[in-house]
C-alpha cells in the first residue's frame, strides 16, 4: 500500500510538470527477441538487467507474444542481462554496454531447451544496430585515457570524429552551422545560450576528464525525441558500481629544462616562467549494493605562466617634444614641435605620459620608429606579462535504485576558471587587469519509473548556471581613454566591465512503450533560458588625440625635407604632448522606461528565450532483420524578450516599406509594454522516417558462420581428427574435418 501511494504521488507531480522534454541525453535503450533454437518466439520471457557482480535486478522486463522486450531509461554504463523463460536454459550475457543517447538492438537471443538450474553464459553481447537509422558514435573515458590529452578536455575529442571538422575556424558537424548542434550533460544544456556560434568547442563549463565516463556523438538523422539541434553531443557524469574504485593523480609541467626565445634572448627577457599542476581523485562505489551507488571527484588545475609582450614607448628626446626625422637626402634632423607650433605640453596628457615606462627601458627595434643604427622617437619596450590559470572542479553523483520500479539519479558539477587576459592587455603592467572570473553550476535529478514490464517513464530536470564574465582592476576615474596616432602604448587599460549570466532550466518527460511489434516512445519538453547582459564600454569619457580640422598642425615649413609619413607622425606626436583632440564620445543608455538616456549608464539588459515540445515515435519491428521509424516532433519558441522592456524597435507605419520610406519613430519593445519584438513562429512540425534494415541477418557472410561454429568447440579448441558436433549442419561439420577451427584458433 505504501509503494503504491508513492507511486500515486509521483505520477501526479510528473503529470503536474508535463512541461516536459524529449530529450533522452543521459540514458539510453536496449531491445532485443528472445527465440527458442527452432527460431520460434518465446513469450513471457523474464529480461532482468543487473549491475557487475549484482544479484539484484535494477529493471527488468518480460517478452511479448513475438519475443519482444524493450528496456528504456537505462543509464549508461556495462551491465549484465539475463533471461529465463520455463523449460529453457537460463542465459546470462556479459558485458552489455549501454550508451548514452542511443539504443543498443541485440542480436536473437536463442534459448536452450533445459532446466532453469541450468546457464549458458556469453561473454560478449552481439549488438547490430538494427533499430533507427541515426548516425551516432560513443567516446569513452578510457578510450580518451590512452590518448594523450594535454588539457584534460574530453570536448576537445569531439573533432576527432568522422563528420566533424575545424578546418575553417569554429568546429562544425558535417557542414552545418555551429548552432545547429546541442550539447548537454545528464540531459542539461551546456551552451553558452547566449552566443552559440562556437557550440562545438565551447562550453561555459569547461569540463575535465574525470567528469565525464562518456560522450554520445549523433551527427545525423537523430530521432523525434531529440531537440535543440540536428546534431547531438552528449556528456555523461561516471556512476558508482558495485565494488569500491578510486584513483589519484598529479601531473607537472614546468620550464626548469625549457629554453628561452630567441627574441627574449637577444632582448635580454628572462625566460617566461611554466609550471602547470594537475591534481585530484576520483572515489565511487556502493553504499547499498546494488541499491544506493555513488561517485565523487575533484580536481585542480593550477597554471602559473608568462607570456611575451612588446609595447612601444617613447624615446627621451620625444617625450620632451624633439622629433627626429630623416630628410629625403638621409640626413637626420631634430624639430622641437612645441615650439616650433608655438605650444606648451597639456598638463592631462602629460600625467598620460608620465605613465609610460622611462626610455632606458628600450630593449628592441621591433616596434618603432627607430633602428640600432638610429634612435628616433619610439622603440619597443617588450616584457613578461603573467598568464596564469585557476580551476577547481568538483563533481558527485548518486544512483539509487528502489526497486526495479523506480530508480532516482542526481548529479551536481562545480566548475570554478579564473583566466588571466593579457590578450586584453594594451598597457605596461606585469600583471593583466583584465581576467574572467567564471563559476558554474550544474544540477540535474532524474526519475525512472516502470509501473509495468512494458511501459517506462523517465523524468528529468534542472539547471545550469553558467556565467561568462570579464572583470578589470583598472582605476579610470575620470581619465582620458582615448589616445590616437599610435606612437606608444596607452597606459590606460581601455577594457570594461562586462559579461553575461546565462541561466537555462530543463525538465523534460520520456514514456516509452511496447506493444506487440511496435515500441512507442512520446514526451514533452521545456527548456527556459535567462540571460543577463551587461557592458561598461563606453561610461568613461573617450577623447580621441589628433590634429583635426579645429587644430593647426605642423607643415612641411616647420620640418623641412620630411616625409609624408614623418610629417604625419610628427603631428601625431603634437597632438600627445599638446593635448590636441578630434573627437570626444561619451555612451547615454536608459536605465529604465522613464529615465531618458543617462550620461555614463551602465547597458544592463535582461533577455529571456523559452523553448516547449512534444513527440510521438514508433519503432515498428516489420521483420526481424527491418525496422521501421516514424515520429513527429513539434516544437514550440517563444520569441526573444528584454523583460525589462528596455529594447528600442521601431514603430510600423502601416508596412515596412512604408516605415522605411517614412520618419520612423522608436519605442520600447518586449512583453512588458505588450510588444513583443516579432511574431512567433507556431508550425516547427518536424517529420521523421527512416528504416534500419540488416541484410543478411546475424552472419553475413562464411568467415562469421566460422567463428560462431568455434565457439561450439570447447575453450582450447582442440581439433579431433573425425569428431563433429551433433548442433552443427552437415557443411559446419565438414569445415571442422578440415581444422577450421584449429586455424582459426591460431
Known amino acids: 500500500m505504501k509503494n503504491r501511494i508513492m507511486s500515486l504521488v509521483l505520477v501526479a507531480l510528473a503529470l503536474g510538470l508535463l512541461t516536459a522534454s524529449a530529450f533522452a541525453q543521459v540514458t539510453g535503450r536496449i531491445n532485443g527477441q528472445v527465440t527458442d533454437q527452432a527460431g520460434a518466439a518465446v513469450p513471457n520471457a523474464t529480461i532482468e538487467l543487473m549491475l557487475p557482480g549484482g544479484t539484484r535486478a535494477v529493471i527488468n522486463a518480460v517478452t511479448t507474444s513475438e519475443g519482444l522486450f524493450s528496456l528504456a531509461g537505462v543509464p549508461s554504463g556495462a551491465y549484465e542481462l539475463t533471461i529465463t523463460a520455463q523449460g529453457y536454459k537460463k542465459r546470462v550475457i556479459q558485458e552489455v554496454v549501454v550508451r548514452p543517447n542511443q539504443e543498443l538492438a541485440l542480436t536473437t537471443i536463442q534459448l536452450e531447451v533445459g532446466q532453469l538450474s541450468e546457464t549458458v553464459q556469453v561473454t560478449e553481447s552481439q549488438a547490430v544496430q538494427t533499430s533507427n537509422a541515426e548516425v551516432s558514435l560513443a567516446i569513452t573515458n578510457k578510450q580518451i585515457r590512452e590518448l594523450p590529452v594535454l588539457g584534460r578536455s574530453p570536448q576537445a575529442f569531439v573533432t576527432t570524429q568522422a563528420g566533424v571538422g575545424n578546418g575553417r575556424g569554429s568546429a562544425t558537424i558535417n557542414g552545418q552551422r555551429t548552432s545547429f548542434t546541442n550539447v548537454t550533460l545528464d540531459g542539461i544544456n551546456i551552451q553558452d545560450n547566449f552566443i552559440r556560434t562556437n557550440a562545438v568547442d565551447f562550453s561555459p563549463n569547461v569540463l575535465l576528464l574525470d567528469q565525464v565516463a562518456e560522450v554520445t556523438l549523433t551527427t545525423s538523422n537523430s530521432s523525434s525525441l531529440a531537440g535543440g539541434g540536428a546534431s547531438q553531443i552528449s556528456f555523461v557524469t561516471p556512476s558508482g558500481t558495485n565494488q569500491y574504485h578510486g584513483s589519484g593523480y598529479w601531473q607537472n609541467r614546468n620550464s626548469a629544462v625549457a629554453a628561452n626565445t630567441w627574441f627574449n634572448n637577444r632582448d635580454g627577457i628572462a625566460k617566461p616562467f611554466l609550471n602547470a599542476n594537475w591534481i585530484g581523485g576520483t572515489i565511487g562505489g556502493p553504499v547499498i549494493k546494488d541499491k544506493?551507488?555513488?561517485?565523487?571527484?575533484?580536481?585542480?588545475?593550477?597554471?602559473?605562466?608568462?607570456?611575451?609582450?612588446?609595447?612601444?614607448?617613447?624615446?627621451?628626446?620625444?617625450?620632451?617634444?624633439?622629433?627626429?626625422?630623416?630628410?629625403s637626402t638621409g640626413a637626420v634632423k631634430k624639430v622641437n614641435i612645441l615650439q616650433a607650433a608655438g605650444l606648451t605640453a597639456d598638463p592631462a596628457t602629460a600625467a598620460i605620459i608620465a605613465k609610460i615606462p622611462t626610455p632606458d627601458k628600450i630593449n628592441n627595434f621591433r616596434t618603432g620608429d627607430s633602428s640600432e643604427t638610429l634612435l628616433r622617437n619610439t622603440a619597443g619596450y617588450s616584457f613578461n606579462i603573467q598568464n596564469n590559470r585557476t580551476q577547481d572542479h568538483y563533481t558527485a553523483k548518486v544512483d539509487y535504485n528502489l526497486s526495479t520500479k523506480h530508480a532516482i539519479q542526481g548529479s551536481y558539477v562545480f566548475n570554478s576558471d579564473i583566466i588571466d587576459r593579457p590578450d586584453q592587455s594594451n598597457d605596461y603592467d606585469t600583471k593583466p587587469k583584465v581576467i574572467n572570473d567564471d563559476t558554474s553550476k550544474l544540477f540535474s535529478v532524474g526519475w525512472r519509473w516502470n509501473p509495468t514490464s512494458k511501459f517506462t517513464n523517465e523524468l528529468r530536470g534542472g539547471f545550469n548556471i553558467a556565467p561568462v564574465i570579464f572583470a578589470t582592476s583598472e582605476q579610470f576615474g575620470s581619465s582620458i581613454i582615448g589616445i590616437a596616432g599610435g606612437l606608444f602604448g596607452n597606459p590606460v587599460n581601455t577594457f570594461r566591465l562586462q559579461g553575461r549570466n546565462p541561466?537555462?532550466?530543463?525538465?523534460?518527460?520520456?514514456?516509452?512503450?511496447?506493444?506487440?511489434?511496435?515500441?512507442?516512445?512520446?514526451?514533452?519538453?521545456?527548456?527556459?533560458?535567462?540571460?543577463?547582459?551587461?557592458?561598461?564600454?563606453?561610461?568613461?569619457?573617450?577623447?580621441?588625440?589628433?590634429?583635426?580640422t579645429g587644430n593647426q598642425g605642423l607643415t612641411n615649413a616647420q620640418l623641412p625635407g620630411a616625409s609624408s609619413t614623418d610629417l604625419t607622425a610628427a603631428n601625431n606626436l603634437l597632438a600627445n604632448l599638446a593635448g590636441f583632440y578630434t573627437s570626444y564620445s561619451q555612451t547615454f543608455n536608459v536605465k529604465d522606461r522613464t529615465s531618458g538616456f543617462v550620461k555614463g549608464a551602465l547597458t544592463d539588459r535582461n533577455l529571456t528565450f523559452h523553448n516547449y515540445a512534444g513527440y510521438l515515435t514508433d519503432s515498428w519491428k516489420l521483420k526481424p532483420r527491418l525496422t521501421a521509424t516514424l515520429g513527429l516532433r513539434y516544437d514550440y519558441f517563444t520569441t526573444v524578450n528584454e523583460s525589462d522592456g528596455l529594447a528600442l524597435l521601431p514603430v510600423l507605419n502601416g508596412s515596412l516599406l512604408n516605415t522605411l520610406r517614412s520618419n520612423s519613430t522608436l519605442d520600447f519593445a518586449g512583453s512588458s509594454v505588450n510588444r513583443p519584438f516579432y511574431n512567433s513562429d507556431r508550425n516547427n512540425f518536424a517529420p521523421n522516417i527512416g528504416l534500419a534494415w540488416d541484410l543478411f541477418g546475424k552472419f553475413p557472410n562464411r568467415a562469421d558462420q566460422v567463428r560462431e561454429i568455434c565457439r561450439w568447440v570447447d575453450a582450447t579448441l582442440v581439433y579431433t581428427p573425425g569428431a563433429t558436433d551433433t548442433r552443427t549442419s552437415a557443411w559446419d561439420a565438414a569445415q571442422l574435418k578440415k581444422g577450421v577451427c584449429r586455424d582459426y584458433a591460431h
Not at 301 to 316: K, P
Not at 510 to 518: D, E, I, L, Q
Open 292 to 327: 544506493l551507488l555513488f561517485y565523487f571527484n575533484y580536481e585542480a588545475y593550477r597554471l602559473r605562466q608568462q607570456s611575451a609582450a612588446n609595447r612601444a614607448i617613447l624615446t627621451n628626446e620625444a617625450r620632451n617634444g624633439v622629433f627626429t626625422y630623416q630628410d
Open 503 to 548: 541561466r537555462t532550466y530543463n525538465l523534460f518527460d520520456n514514456a516509452s512503450y511496447v506493444k506487440g511489434k511496435h515500441t512507442f516512445q512520446f514526451g514533452y519538453y521545456s527548456q527556459r533560458v535567462y540571460v543577463e547582459n551587461y557592458n561598461e564600454n563606453g561610461i568613461t569619457p573617450t577623447i580621441t588625440l589628433g590634429i583635426g
